[in-house]
């Protein structure tokens, strides 16, 4: 237990690098697509095959965001359900416990609250076009 409370700094140091460092790597596409033809007319930045309307580029941001959130949200579950474990009846830290679970849980709804308003605008908006 020594030993870690030593090299806490450095263990954090370690725990960032393997967050942000190996998603890179490890989301990094392996080829690169052809450039846009010079005709003219301004390319589309998403790809071809891409994104074509705003909309479309919101939907693909809130799923993007969700497939990020919500393991953070599950790993914040986890993290306060230790802090429960660990308070031991402490009603100091039974509090900040509480505190912990109930601001993921917040976060949690207001997560899963964008992704269904913005469902909810997009199928009214096409349901009113047709």
């Known amino acids: 237990m020594q030993f870690i409370k030593q090299n806490l700094y450095k263990n954090k140091i370690i725990l960032t690098a393997f967050l942000f460092i190996v998603p890179i790597f490890s989301f990094a596409q392996g080829t690169v697509s052809a450039p846009c033809d010079t005709s003219g007319k301004i390319c589309n930045p998403l790809g071809p095959n891409g994104i074509e309307s705003i909309p479309g580029f919101i939907h693909t941001l809130l799923v993007g965001v969700l497939k990020i959130g919500m393991p953070i949200v599950a790993l914040a579950i986890i993290y306060s359900g230790f802090l429960f ?21 917040i976060g949690a709804a207001i997560l899963l609250g964008s992704w269904a308003i913005a469902e909810l605008i997009s199928e009214t908006v096409i349901g009113i076009s047709n």
């Open 85 to 105: 474990v660990s308070a031991r009846g402490n009603s100091e830290k039974l509090t900040k416990a509480k505190d912990t679970l109930l601001y993921t849980l």
